[in-house]
């Protein structure tokens, strides 16, 4: 059974760097059958998803237009898990943020496909000083 | 990036109605549909993806429908513990979008 422990700090100061972890057991973050998501959700922006990586011989990224610049997802191997990283960061930023297992359910000749099928409890952020 | 957008966006109804949900994309996004059920503190639940197959512990009672752009979750006999809010989210395309919720309500 999958399943993903978050951990990071609930508060962060403006302009600061938010920096959270998804640990991930009974699947890998290596794995070449999945992607490993951020989402944030707040009550002005709902659910946004942020970013996603995925290891297929080499990594790949994927950042939301809204965050680029700004965020960093990261993955160590040795701990199998997850990061993010978010810098510069405003109360805008306040929210609820989640990692997510991203699945291969769908592919084409071109394109792979990823139902996000499990995802952590989240952790509470606010962007406050 | 496409536009999820459900309707409603409330819902009220009793305990054995069966109720409809819809979702439109703002363009063709084939299956590549989920919904999502979540509880007031805790994380979305994945109940359907590919538009209409179900995830694997979730009850018959839920079941989707639609491809294209226009999509339905339908929800029959419903019990307490299915009063939550719903949400749409297409993974045809980057950035993954979702739909604003629909709340549904005990009458």
């Known amino acids: 059974q999958v399943q993903l422990q978050q951990s990071g700090p609930g508060l962060v100061n403006p302009s600061q760097t938010l920096s959270l972890t998804c640990a991930i057991s009974g699947d890998s973050v290596s794995s070449n059958s999945a992607a490993w998501n951020w989402i944030r959700q707040s009550p002005s922006r709902g659910l946004e998803w942020l970013g996603r990586?995925?290891?297929?011989?080499?990594?790949?990224?994927d950042y939301a237009i809204s965050v680029k610049g700004r965020i960093t997802i990261d993955t160590d191997t040795s701990k199998n898990q997850l990061s993010l990283q978010l810098n510069s960061v405003t109360p805008e930023d306040t929210g609820v943020y989640y990692c997510a297992r991203g699945l291969i359910v769908g592919a084409t000749r071109s394109a792979y496909y990823y139902h996000m099928d499990v995802w952590g409890k989240g952790t509470t952020v606010t962007v406050s000083s | 990036d496409i536009q999820m957008t459900q309707s409603p966006s409330s819902l009220s109804a009793s305990v054995g109605d069966r109720v409809t949900i819809t979702c439109r994309a703002s363009?063709?996004?084939?299956?590549?549909l989920a919904w999502f059920q979540q509880k007031p503190g805790k994380a979305p639940k994945s109940l359907i993806y590919?538009?209409?197959r179900l995830q694997s512990g979730v009850p018959s009672k839920f079941s989707g429908s639609g491809s294209g752009t226009d999509f339905t979750l339908t929800i029959s006999s419903l019990q307490p513990e299915d009063f939550a809010t719903y949400y749409c989210?297409?993974?045809?395309?980057?950035?993954?979008?979702f739909g604003q919720g629909t709340k549904l309500e005990i009458k």
């Open positions: 990586t995925l290891y297929r011989s080499t990594w790949y990224n």
């Open positions: 363009q063709g996004i084939n299956n590549y």
């Open positions: 590919a538009a209409s």
């Open positions: 989210q297409q993974y045809n395309s980057y950035p993954y979008t």
